[in-house]
């Protein structure tokens, strides 16, 4: 497999996370919980100077569902995704990611197609936790139907680690524009189903003690 090309995990998706988001951490994971039978477990005590606060759900080769939150700690503004987060009035899918050998490559890749990769988060040297950086298509910002990409310094750990878990049983995405959505995933080298559908929105099915439980957005 060239770089720059998403990577199926061993999972057998196409996605590396799928990112939850909600007003309040404690409140989110149990109602997660509710549904799912498995409470997502947080890796992480941010300070105040740490927007955010998340909690996560392996689900096998690397993979994991991140259950996101305000920090209730930060003391800085409430901007961006802080701003976001506190504004839910339910809980809601934001985005997902694929996992890439090199984001440079797939940047370049993208460039030769007219399309920007934006830089977002650049954790490379951080240590304790899973080591990242990651970047989205600038055109598709907003979109849930084409992911953000992730390069993780260890793909061997990802972000998946010491997590409860859940085994997937399937994945999809609904886009308001299909043939757009696909040449971004063939570009992407991404093997996910695509619904026709008037809005942008994620479908996970995973496998509980009570059956398969499907979780759909922009909310759940």
């Known amino acids: 497999m060239s770089d720059g090309v998403a990577i199926k995990l061993t999972h057998g998706f196409a996605f590396d996370h799928l990112v939850w988001g909600c007003a309040d951490l404690a409140a989110g994971v149990a109602s997660l919980a509710a549904k799912l039978g498995v409470r997502a477990e947080t890796n992480m005590d941010p300070d105040e100077d740490y927007p955010t606060i998340s909690a996560g ?13 305000p920090n209730p ?7 961006g995704l802080h701003a976001l987060l506190t504004s839910l009035e339910t809980p809601r899918f934001l985005t997902w990611f694929a996992r890439v050998t090199s984001l440079a490559t797939a940047a370049s890749a993208l460039d030769a197609a007219g ?20 970047g989205f298509i600038e055109s598709e910002q907003f979109n849930l139907s ?6 993780w310094r260890d793909p061997a750990t990802g972000g998946d680690h010491d997590r409860p878990r859940l ?4 994945f999809r995405v609904r886009s308001a524009d299909v043939e757009r959505t696909q040449a971004l995933h063939t570009l992407l080298g991404l093997e996910v189903e ?15 003690a009570e059956g398969v439980v499907s979780l759909h957005g922009p909310e759940l």
């Open 194 to 208: 695509i619904e026709g559908a008037s809005r942008n929105s994620l479908c996970l099915d995973l496998r509980t």
């Open 73 to 79: 700690r930060f003391t800085g503004p409430s901007t």
């Open 146 to 151: 084409v992911p953000y990409l992730i390069e």
């Open 167 to 170: 085994e997937v049983a399937g």
């Open 57 to 69: 759900i392996g689900l096998g080769g690397g993979a994991f569902l991140e259950v996101i939150a």
């Open 115 to 134: 399309e920007t990769l934006r830089p977002m988060m650049d954790q490379w040297e951080r240590t304790g936790l899973p080591a990242f950086r990651n």
